[in-house]
């Protein structure tokens, strides 16, 4: 490779590294077709790892011993009492509430509740302590209750590896729930009521002792009515009235009595006296005596003052005056004897009112006393009562008494298991499978350091991305199926994948430069089936090809075209043990092969010297295209020294298998100085697969032009 060579190829790299860095500097932007294409990429790892963990799934479902669930619904009593709907007695039950429903739930769920189950079945039957307690625990472990919604049912549930037996138990738990406070409500009032008994007792005898000191205060104090206080009061009120009355007669009777001696005293004969005016005896004296002094009138203007009639007349008139006289001294003393007993009467009533009055201070003073009594003996006889009255109703209710809860639902035996759950088990093996295989795949992507698209190519190594080799029916790069593709199949995407290679060439490099090296990082990687197929199709778009095989190791041309041993090869031409011969040669067709024959020698001075730089001089005057099939570069160091010889290199990397670190390690052996690394290829590809990894490569549209391959 002469200098103006290595300028015009430098001054190429560098425009092909401006023209990468300007890719790199293309905006990031959020790509969803990426995230489809890593589940495309990953799916047969994400499906075959969800398959697989739902295969375990379905067998550990189906080897996990079944359990069924039997289930009994019971409701809560809402507290009222079972005679005629009344109120709960004191020793009754609580009204439902939530607490008292949670309440339940750990009653159902105790040690006691599965201790009479156990019993009442015969589970603790000839069992030992210990037993006993193993099966207690495991009523306990499987037995559950929980409240229905916000009603005031309670679900009781039991699990069994047997169903009859699971049917069985949580039917035992809901009767002996049922009767649970049913025992306690008749121990309560049996409780309840000897209690009562021994306090009644004591009430009826303090009642009877506060009724008695009430009634013996009472006679003491002279109080024998219950209202004595109020008749009293009544008594004085009368008294006074009566007083007052009396009062005033006796006050009317002495003013009579001082008006008719006052007028008396004056010289009045007793005429103008009221109580004289008022008499019929007086009044009749005084119309006698009218008609005496008539008649004494009358006979006096007749006769003589000593005329009989007239002494007889007069002697009339005079005894009638003297009646009238004798009749006012007898209504004068009438007044008087009614002043008397005016007094008297007033003197009578006002006593008997003071003797009231007196009467009632003492009832006054006893009442505050009785008061005391009566609110006493009131008391004793009000919490007797009650008492009694309680002790009744503990009697009436004694043998009615009603479950705190009822059966609503008996359970039946089970049919179908609640686990092991073969439907939920294997969503849930298949989700926990995706999950994992998601998991893999993220780690699968992020260890997966291979090459895989061109761009990756030009970003990582700075390099040209020369073209892709297909997949060959996914078969081993030295099966001789590649030649075979070629020559029979011209028209197939493998064998214009190589015409696209050998394009590439006549694009990148001069005319003058003949000699093609084909490399690779690490063995395996196909440069071999990539040389023996760019040598044939070469060959067959007219140029003068002859491949030559450096591998002096492997020897893969030599196996992939079936060299036999006996023929001579590179290493005879070069040590001069054999002449060069080149077969097939003729005008049309010309496609030579430079073997290397087995031997137990490796003469690799004869490859790195100035024979093999000989050689390729006397091959460049009859070839036009002189493909050497090179070791690779990191586990032979002859190859870089090969390599400097031929005028283009083509490094060959295997799609998704060759470290991006191993390629890259390998391209610092060969200095762009020395060695002129024409391209990278990537081999090996899937079509198919490679549509997966992004649109920035021409391969993912081969679905769209794949039409035109036969």
């Known amino acids: 490779m002469n200098a103006s060579q290595a300028l015009v190829r430098a001054h190429d790299h560098g425009s092909d590294v401006a023209r990468i860095d300007g890719l790199r500097r293309e905006d990031d932007r959020l790509d969803l077709a990426e995230t489809v294409n890593f589940f495309r990429r990953w799916y047969p790892l994400i499906l075959g790892i969800a398959l697989v963990t739902g295969l375990v799934g379905l067998g550990v479902s189906l080897l996990l011993p079944k359990t069924y669930r039997a289930e009994a619904t019971v409701v809560l009593d809402k507290g009222t009492d079972a ?22 739930v750990e009653i159902i769920t105790s040690r006691d509740m599965t201790i009479r189950v156990a019993k009442a079945i015969g589970l603790f039957d000839g069992k030992s302590p210990t037993q006993q307690q193993e099966i207690e625990s495991t009523l306990r472990h499987n037995v559950a ?5 916000e009603s005031y049912a309670l679900e009781i549930t039991y699990d069994a590896h047997d169903p009859q037996q699971a049917a069985r138990i949580v039917n035992e738990f809901a009767k002996q729930y049922s009767n649970w406070g049913l025992g306690e409500d008749q121990q309560r009032n049996r409780e309840a009521r000897a ?3 021994q306090r ?14 009430l009634q013996q205060y009472r006679i003491r104090n002279n109080l024998l009515s219950t209202s004595g206080t109020s008749l009293t009061e009544q008594e004085i009120s009368n008294y006074e009235q009566q007083v007052a009355t009396a009062r005033a007669s006796a006050a009317e009777d002495t003013a009579m009595l001082n008006t008719a001696l006052s007028q008396l005293r004056s010289g009045s004969t007793g005429d103008d006296v009221g109580a004289a005016l008022n008499s019929p005896v007086i009044s009749s004296l005084r119309d006698q005596e009218s008609l005496a002094a008539a008649d004494v009138a009358d006979l006096s203007s007749r006769y003589g003052p000593n005329h009989p009639q007239l002494i007889r007349a007069r002697s009339k008139l005079k005894e009638i005056q003297t009646q009238i006289q004798d009749e006012i001294g007898r209504v004068i003393s009438n007044l008087r004897a009614k002043q008397e007993v005016s007094q008297q009467r007033l003197a009578s009533l006002s006593g008997s009112l003071g003797n009231a009055k007196q009467k009632l201070s003492q009832n006054n003073a006893a009442m ?8 006493k003996a009131a008391a004793s006889q009000s919490i007797y009562e009650t008492y009694l009255n309680s002790y009744k109703q503990l009697l009436a209710s004694e043998g009615t008494e009603q479950p705190d809860a009822k059966v609503v639902t008996q359970a039946t035996v089970p049919i179908e298991p609640i686990s092991p759950n073969l439907k939920l088990n294997l969503a849930l093996a298949m989700i926990i499978g995706l999950g994992l295989g998601l998991m893999a795949s993220y780690v699968a992507e992020a260890l997966d350091q291979g090459i895989r698209r061109s761009d990756e190519i030009e970003g990582a190594f700075g390099e040209r991305f020369l073209g892709s080799i297909p997949l060959l029916d996914k078969s081993d790069s030295t099966s001789p199926h590649a030649i075979a593709e070629i020559q029979d ?17 006549t694009q990148f490099t001069t005319s003058n430069d003949k000699v093609v090296a084909i490399t690779s990082a690490l063995p395996g990687e196909g440069k071999t089936v990539i040389s023996c197929c760019l040598a044939h199709t070469s060959a067959k778009l007219g140029y003068r090809t002859i491949l030559i095989d450096c591998d002096l190791r492997r020897r893969g041309i030599s196996k992939l075209l079936g060299v036999k041993a006996e023929q001579s090869g590179l290493v005879e031409v070069l040590s001069g043990a054999a002449p060069l011969e080149v077969k097939n040669i003729s005008d049309d067709y010309v496609f030579c092969i430079l073997p290397i024959s087995p031997s137990d020698e490796e003469p690799e001075g004869l490859l790195t010297g100035e024979p093999f730089e000989q050689l390729i001089a006397q091959l460049r005057e009859r070839f036009d295209r002189i493909i050497l099939d090179l070791p690779p570069v990191l586990p032979i160091a002859a190859t870089r020294k090969m390599a400097q010889v031929a005028d283009s290199v083509i490094f060959a990397v295997k799609w998704r298998k060759t470290p991006k670190a191993a390629a890259k390690a390998a391209l610092k052996r060969l200095p762009s100085d020395l060695v002129n690394v024409v391209g990278i290829v990537l081999n090996k590809i899937d079509m198919r697969r490679r549509a997966h990894f992004g649109e920035n490569d021409p391969d993912y549209y081969y679905s769209q032009y794949s039409e035109y391959y036969s």
């Not at 005679?83 to 339940?104: D, F, H, I, K, Y």
């Not at 209750?145 to 919604?149: F, L, T």
């Not at 009644?200 to 000191?213: C, K, N």
């Not at 505050?368 to 609110?375: C, K, N, T």
Request: no cysteine; net charge negative.
């Open 200 to 213: 009644l007792g004591s009430l009826r005898d303090q009642a009877q002792q506060d009724t008695e000191a």
């Open 145 to 149: 209750a929980y409240r229905s919604g």
């Open 368 to 375: 505050v006393g009785l008061s005391d009594l009566e609110r």
């Open 489 to 505: 199949n011209p028209k197939s995407v493998f064998a214009e994948s190589f015409r696209a290679l050998s394009a590439a060439l």
């Open 195 to 197: 209690t009562l008994e």
């Open 83 to 104: 005679v005629n709907g009344a109120a709960p007695s004191p020793a009754g039950r609580a009204v439902v509430s939530n607490e008292l429903v949670e309440t339940q």
